[in-house]
């Protein structure tokens, strides 16, 4: 069964950048397709990008069209998350999730157990 464990989250200045990592284990990444999520403390989860099986990738939030970038590295079983410029209001917990049908993250099967960003000065 997939297990997606993100890692990389920490604390930022505004401006700053990191990179969150989302790795697999238990089956192979390349059959599906995998999107970012973020929780911010008394909102509601967004999703942030999203990548097919194919490598094709979208930020399916405005906010951060242009800062941020979602990759995958099939050889690795790894999804990453580049963001730069990051906001204050990025500060959130950031989730990886799977599903093998479809190529838009929605109604996702399988999530990590997420991994804090915090962007403050």
């Known amino acids: 069964q997939l297990q997606l464990v993100e890692s990389g989250g920490g604390l930022v200045q505004p401006g700053g950048s990191l990179r969150l990592s989302c790795a697999a284990s238990g089956t192979i990444l390349n059959i599906y397709t995998i999107g970012w999520f973020r929780q911010a403390p008394g909102k509601e989860r967004e999703g942030v990008s999203c990548i097919t099986k194919t490598g094709d990738s979208t930020n399916d939030a405005d906010s951060v069209k242009g800062r941020f970038t979602i990759s995958r590295d099939n050889a690795k079983n790894t999804v990453y998350l580049q963001m730069d410029s990051l906001k204050q209001e990025d500060t959130a917990v950031y989730y990886c999730?799977?599903?093998?049908?479809?190529?838009?993250?929605?109604?996702?099967?399988?999530w990590g157990k997420g991994t804090l960003v915090t962007v403050s000065s």
């Open positions: 999730a799977a599903k093998i049908f479809g190529t838009k993250c929605s109604n996702m099967n399988h």
